[in-house]
């Protein structure tokens, strides 16, 4: 089955430490994104990446790193420069048509705790 | 600036009742997208539905459609005959271009939907 696989489902950290969000796709799809969900809110985005060794910066960049050495990955890693991780993280991925209507699928996402 | 909102915070419905959930945009963009996501409380998000901005016909997909009012800037999403599996947040997204000429989604604040037997 074809699908968005995020793992781990649930990530604890202690301040200071660097953790990775590991993303990976079967889809095909050349576009991936970084979300960020905090309570009660929607989403915003951290990071996307158009096509292998390239990704751009999206809103909240901030604290964060990313790398898009195969197609089918696109990890994140939250740095300790991140001042307020604790967050529900979504990856997702889309075909890139250059048009309005590339459909955005996700992931099952990972919740990130700051102990 | 573009701009999702979502003025329903919470709704409530009776199963098997229609309900219809909120959404305004605002955009100065000529050619963008209209999306609708579910979120239950496992945190995934589903993909709904989706409308061009030049697309004529109202955008419909099994038991939900989208009520698309390009005059009004609205998007709402009409769910018929509700099910007790239908409760859970509901979000409203717009597709933007971002610097590169790449669409990126901008996302509203959500409904939350309960369903009642």
């Known amino acids: 089955d074809g699908g968005i696989t995020q793992s781990p489902k649930y990530l604890f950290r202690k301040e200071g430490q660097n953790v990775t969000l590991s993303c990976e796709q079967n889809l095909n799809h050349d576009a991936m994104y970084w979300y960020r969900q905090d309570p009660g809110q929607g989403l915003r985005l951290i990071y996307y990446?158009?096509?292998?060794?390239?990704?751009q910066k999206g809103d909240i960049a901030e604290g964060y790193s990313v790398s898009r050495e195969k197609k089918e990955s696109f990890p994140l890693t939250v740095t300790s420069a991140q001042k307020n991780p604790t967050a529900f993280y979504l990856c997702?991925?889309?075909?890139?048509?250059?048009?309005?209507?590339?459909?955005?699928?996700f992931g099952p996402g990972t919740r990130l705790t700051v102990l | 600036a573009q701009k999702i909102t979502q003025t329903q915070p919470g709704m409530f419905v009776q199963e098997k009742e229609a309900v219809t959930l909120d959404c305004t945009y605002d955009?100065?963009?000529?050619?963008?997208?209209l999306f609708w996501y579910k979120q239950p409380s496992s945190g995934e998000m589903i993909f709904l539905i989706y409308?061009?901005?030049?697309?004529?016909q109202n955008a419909t997909e099994g038991r939900y459609s989208l009520n698309f009012q390009k005059a009004r800037k609205s998007a709402n999403l009409v769910i018929s005959a509700s099910q007790l599996g239908d409760s859970a947040m509901y979000f409203c997204a717009m597709s933007a271009m971002f610097s590169g000429g790449y669409n990126k989604l901008i996302f509203g604040a959500g409904t939350r939907l309960a369903v009642h037997p």
């Open positions: 955009t100065s963009d000529p050619s963008y997208g």
């Open positions: 990446s158009q096509i292998v060794n390239d990704f």
């Open positions: 409308q061009g901005s030049y697309d004529q």
């Open positions: 997702a991925s889309s075909e890139l048509s250059g048009g309005a209507g590339d459909t955005q699928y």
